[in-house]
């Protein structure tokens, strides 16, 4: 059986301790299923609102004793620098990927961040107090704005989605 599970985890306005009892009720929830089903397969995707600076990081917690493997090392950016733009820093993260069991990690793997034209941006920097004033970014995701009328300009996400392909 293959388990795909879905997360969204509390955001980067949280203490990193919050993500962190996510991540280890998470860990419970897999051996929990692992208990019922040894031969289970899983998938872990969604926001994890986790950067990779994080101490301790959350995801440690998912990889702890080869539980679970991150997928970033497959990672293709097709020239992208992540799959959510953080405007007021000006920085790119991957708080979206995938987590997959080591039965799956021995399989052809490929990870990647969609950008389609459509869901692409441009960001104008606005903040006075801030050396980035006036800086223009083109190619982030289009937020979702539901004030517009316009169903073009309404945008779609504020992260780009995700793509995971795992072949025999």
Known sequence: DLFAIVNHWPSQGAPTEVRGSVAKKLREKLFELSKKNPKASFIVTGDFNTLDS????????????????????????????????????????????????????????????????????????????????????????????????NLKKMGYSDHFPVLLEIKD
């Open 54 to 149: 994080e101490y301790p990081n959350p995801f440690d917690e998912l990889q702890r004793d080869g539980l679970l493997i991150d997928t970033r090392k497959y990672l293709d950016r097709n020239g992208l620098q992540g799959s959510y733009f953080y405007a007021r820093q000006m920085t790119w993260n991957l708080l979206d990927r995938f987590f997959i069991s080591s039965d799956l990690d021995k399989k052809k793997v490929s990870f990647s961040i969609l950008a389609p034209d459509f869901a692409t941006g441009l960001y104008e920097y606005t903040f006075k107090d801030s050396p980035y004033f006036g800086s223009r970014v083109v190619g982030i995701p289009k937020r979702f704005d539901h004030k517009k009328k």
